[in-house]
């Protein structure tokens, strides 16, 4: 099977690797350049000589394609690919499939859009990062067709672990319900530590002491080195990204009168550390927000 993959970012890069590596062709297009290491450089099965061909113009990657997939940093990205006037016509009966992160409203109006222009959508958010998505152990959030799924099956097998959620917009709003708490629980977390280090308590007894009570989240110990040595700088999911999915919560849970003041008040945070260049940095970076170092 020949796939398309449209968005060669941390996710994209990662996904498309994963599918060639399963023996799938793959073209993937980029709309500018890549990290010279890749493609290849990494291979995520040890010994692995799976490459993925990146194309220099979409059409290359689509028009071979029994199937698209678009991993792209947001609406606007996704409206630029799948709306220009260039790339309309590429869109007919083919399936797309949409991981990028974004509203369900968002993820409605893509769906319209492609279904207008002869095409079938597939939205498919995903839950995990690059280690997953290297070792096809991402967590597929889809919403659409039963048929479509179907089509795509081995492919969504190949990347991880699907769940059909119901119509295009629902498995959006589970990735926004789901990134909500990747931010809120990580706000909690951070200030919590922040408290435990600044009354000199140690930490080690803290976080067994966490572990043992039903207040414990895996996600914790999988940003405690960082927060401690206070080192963001490699990011899977960067800041930039929460805020984005934060800020898509927010509009998404108000239109439904929940009450979002306090994922507001964590939204501004994030907008200022964005703003100040942390934008990049590891989304665990929040605990630098909230918690300022102790005074030598
Ligand atoms: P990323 O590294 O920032 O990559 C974003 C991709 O979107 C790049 O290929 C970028 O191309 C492309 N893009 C941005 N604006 C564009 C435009 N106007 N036209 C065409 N292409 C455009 O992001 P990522 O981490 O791969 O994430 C991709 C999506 O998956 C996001 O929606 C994110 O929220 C979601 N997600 C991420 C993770 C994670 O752990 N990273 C996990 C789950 C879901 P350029 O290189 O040319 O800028």
Known sequence: ??????GLGLMGRAMAQRLAEFGFTVRGFNRSSLPDQWPNSTP????????????????????PAHLVWVM???????????????????????????????????????????HALGGRYLEAPVLGSTPQAQTGTLQILLGGASADILQADTVLGALG??????????????KLAMN???GSLTAAFSMSLGLVQ???????????????????APTFDKKLQKMVERDFATANFPLKHLLKDLTLF????????????????????LAQACTQGAGDADY???FAELVPPAAP
């Not at 099977?1 to 449209?6: D, F, V, W, Y």
């Open 250 to 269: 927010t509009k998404a849970a108000e239109a439904h009168q929940i009450r979002i003041e306090m994922v507001r008040a964590l939204t501004d945070r």
């Open 72 to 114: 792209l940093a947001d609406f606007a990205a996704c409206e630029a690919v799948f709306l220009a006037p260039e790339h309309q016509s590429l869109w007919r009966n083919r399936l797309v499939i949409n991981g990028s992160t974004i509203s369900p409203d968002q993820s409605r109006a893509l769906a319209q859009s492609i």
């Open 180 to 182: 909500q708490l990747i």
């Open 198 to 216: 600044a009354e000199g308590v140690d930490v080690g007894l803290f976080m067994e002491t966490l572990r043992a009570s039903a207040l414990y």
């Open 44 to 63: 995520a099965q040890p010994g692995s000589t799976a490459t993925v061909c990146v194309v220099p113009t979409l059409a290359e990657a689509v028009i």
């Open 161 to 174: 672990t699907p769940t059909h959620f119901g119509v295009v917009g629902q498995g959006a709003a589970v």
């Open 1 to 6: 099977m020949n796939i398309a993959m449209l």
């Open 284 to 286: 665990s970076a929040l």
